[in-house]
T-cell receptor, first 115, second 116 residues
Framework: EAGVAQSPRYKIIEKRQSVAFWCNPI?????LYWYQQILGQGPKLLIQ????????DSQLPKDRFSAERLKGVDSTLKIQPAKLEDSAVYLC?????????????FGPGTRLTVL | AQTVTQSQPEMSVQEAETVTLSCTYD???????LFWYKQPPSRQMILVIR??????QNATENRFSVNFQKAAKSFSLKISDSQLGDAAMYFC?????????????FGTGTRLTIIP
């Protein structure tokens, strides 16, 4: 079974530029999560989708971050414009259904460096 | 809001020995789930073990076991017969059972080094 796919693996941009990350969850997984992991910290949830609807985006900086999940499958996370403090690893995860006991499967992440 | 605290930024252990990683959490909920995740340099988070709060029995997975103390809000991970492949960052995480609040709340992690 293929895992969660993310691209690109690395991205370096200048501040105020735009960037987009892509995630393809495990086939059949209805729930998709985007986490931000700043160096030296644990991951923090940015947004949770259930199919193509947003369940929780309370910690998403909506003035610069946006995310969508087309047709309830792939998802894109965008930052526009980027700030220095956005340098982090962006992790995508998926689970079969949004139940607390269900395992979240993580992708390899995208490491973003903002100069 | 729930919080998770890992007070050991780094730990080291000799190969084949046993090591215990500490985790405490704060919550007002009575039912919840706790997890230990491993993050190697490849960055991919891998589930090591999970514990349901309503279960009194401590979870075990091969060489990995937990000591879950609900009253003390403590959830430590014991790794027996440590192997070189166990070297990684280990994160403790909390998950609420409430619908719409299934996000994982992570601690700051413990970097585990295995000494050959």
């Amino acid at each position: 079974e293929a895992g969660v796919a993310q691209s690109p693996r690395y991205k370096i941009i200048e501040k105020r530029q735009s960037v987009a990350f892509w995630c393809n969850p495990i086939s059949g997984h209805a729930t998709l999560y985007w986490y931000q992991q700043i160096l030296g910290q644990g991951p923090k949830l940015l947004i949770q989708f259930q199919n193509n609807g947003v369940v929780d985006d309370s910690q998403l900086p909506k003035d610069r971050f946006s995310a969508e999940r087309l047709k309830g499958v792939d998802s894109t996370l965008k930052i526009q414009p980027a700030k220095l403090e956005d340098s982090a690893v962006y992790l995508c995860a998926s689970s079969l259904v949004p139940r607390a006991h269900n395992e979240q499967f993580f992708g390899p992440g995208t490491r973003l460096t903002v100069l | 809001a729930q919080t998770v605290t890992q007070s050991q930024p780094e730990m080291s252990v000799q190969e084949a020995e046993t090591v215990t990683l500490s985790c405490t959490y704060d919550t007002s909920e009575s039912d919840y789930y706790l997890f230990w995740y491993k993050q190697p340099p490849s960055r991919q988070m891998i589930l090591v073990i999970r514990q349901e709060a309503y279960k009194q029995q401590n979870a075990t997975e091969n060489r990995f076991s937990v000591n879950f103390q609900k009253a003390a809000k403590s959830f430590s991970l014991k790794i027996s017969d440590s192997q070189l492949g166990d070297a990684a960052m280990y994160f403790c995480a909390y998950r609420s059972p409430s619908f719409g609040n299934e996000k994982l709340t992570f601690g700051t992690g413990t970097r585990l080094t295995i000494i050959p």
